[in-house]
């Protein structure tokens, strides 16, 4: 589970709209933990090379 500050998740929820659905703040909320997700795997060296990457995207483009 990935954990993000609560100042985070009441970031996202200000910036809503004042008429919001609960579907977008929850599209919101996902989007920031996926984030979070994201930074933690690079601080703890979990990342791929650009080679790979346009390695990887090669195979799906071609």
């Given at each position: 589970m990935t954990s993000c500050r609560k100042s985070d998740i009441e970031n996202v929820?200000?910036?809503?709209?004042?008429e919001t659905s609960v579907?977008?703040?929850m599209e919101?909320?996902?989007l920031l933990s996926k984030?979070?997700?994201?930074?933690?795997?690079?601080?703890?060296?979990?990342?791929i090379?650009?080679?790979?990457?346009?390695?990887r995207?090669?195979?799906w483009v071609d």
């Open positions: 929820i200000k910036t809503l709209p004042e579907e977008e703040a919101k909320l996902y984030i979070e997700k994201g930074l933690q795997q690079a601080d703890s060296g979990n990342v090379s650009h080679k790979e990457v346009e390695k995207l090669k195979k």
